[in-house]
């Protein structure tokens, strides 16, 4: 069975997405560990307002999964994801480790995947 041919627009999308995941959850893997962190854990260790800015940017990815017609259950998993990344990142110390194992973006990011491609 061949995979679902995305459209350039959903292609693009999809390209956008896993950057911003990536940057956000994956830039730099924590030497001598095969864990990484992104903007999202470092921008993170600023009390609250870091967890706020961070948060602001991953709703891009839900207004990409809108835009691309995911339904509601997709679109309330994505934000579930972000409020679970904004509350509990917002405690400190426990946040900071939190923001290293919990990547919303990156779960996001396959949320809108398996929309696109419906797998």
Known sequence: ????????????????????????????????????????????????????????VSLYTVGEAIRADANRDIVGKMLFNIAVDLGVGSIPILGDIFDVFWKSNVRNAELLEEHLTGQ
Not at 20 to 38: H, N
Request: hydrophobic residues 45%; aromatic residues 0%.
């Open 1 to 56: 069975m061949s995979e679902p041919r995305l459209s350039p627009q959903e292609e693009g999308a999809l390209r956008r997405v896993r950057l911003l995941a990536d940057l956000m959850d994956d830039a730099v893997t924590i030497p001598g560990t095969d864990k990484s962190v992104g903007l999202d854990s470092l921008i993170g260790l600023v009390p609250v307002s870091g967890d706020i800015v961070t948060a602001a």
